[in-house]
């Protein structure tokens, strides 16, 4: 089957910096995306990766190994305005597009 | 703002009921794909439209179908409601079908069943 994991729940500081890592099993698809959700709001895109490497976004950055079946998102200088849910999200070739169970992130001051 | 907009955006229907759930897309857009997050999960597909015609399903039973309209409106329905419809259900537009376009979301239609 096709599946993404990715860590529940991770802390950390205002103004460090943290990886939130998104392992999965599917074969054929076409990028890795990254999202991000607010309590009672709507998922809001935060970035692409259709190949291997790192791609970068302001205070994101986003990571694919295919060879590896893995992908991170990176944020630095945290703020407590990141304070959300983050998934990780795949569009396979048959265009059933899979969604991790999210990381919620916690920032502490 | 995405330019996506749901209705409506709190519903609470019983057990057995049928629910039409509606979603504009944004300007140009012409594929909607549907989602049901239930509280704590992440998003799970249920179906997409491109162009008026259905192009991808997830697992979700023939209770829950869907329609896309030419201006690429769409509408979700669900019959025969069941206790764990409970959720709240995401229509997303893009530009393209089968590739890396970005998912624009509407906020979302939160239904409750009981």
């Known amino acids: 089957g096709q599946s993404l994991e990715q860590p529940s729940e991770v802390t950390a500081v205002e103004g460090a910096i943290v990886q939130i890592n998104c392992t999965y099993q599917?074969?054929?698809?076409?990028?890795l995306s990254w999202y991000q959700q607010h309590d009672g709001g709507a998922p809001t895109f935060l970035s692409y990766?259709?190949?291997?490497g790192l791609e970068e976004t302001g205070r994101f950055s986003s990571f694919l190994s295919r060879s590896d079946s893995y992908g991170y998102l990176l944020l630095q200088e945290l703020q407590m305005k990141d304070s959300a849910s983050y998934f990780c999200a795949v569009n396979p070739r048959d265009d059933k597009i899979i969604f991790g169970k999210g990381t919620r992130l916690h920032i502490l001051p | 703002e995405t330019g996506v907009t749901q209705s409506p955006t709190h519903l609470i229907k019983t057990r057995g009921q049928q629910v039409t759930l509606r979603c504009s897309s944004q300007s140009g857009h012409n594929t909607v794909s549907w989602y049901q997050q239930a509280l704590g999960q992440g998003p799970q597909f249920i179906f997409q439209?491109?162009?008026?015609?259905?192009?991808g399903r997830g697992n979700f039973p023939p209770r829950f179908s869907g329609l896309q309209f030419p201006n690429y409106s769409s509408e979700l329905n669900v019959n025969a409601l069941e206790l764990d419809d409970s959720a709240l259900y995401l229509c997303?537009?893009?530009?393209?079908?089968?590739?890396?376009?970005?998912?624009?979301f509407g906020e979302g239609s939160r239904l409750t069943v009981l």
């Open positions: 599917t074969s054929g698809f076409y990028g």
């Open positions: 990766n259709a190949l291997d």
């Open positions: 439209y491109y162009r008026e015609e259905e192009n």
């Open positions: 997303a537009s893009s530009l393209v079908s089968g590739g890396a376009g970005e998912l624009f």
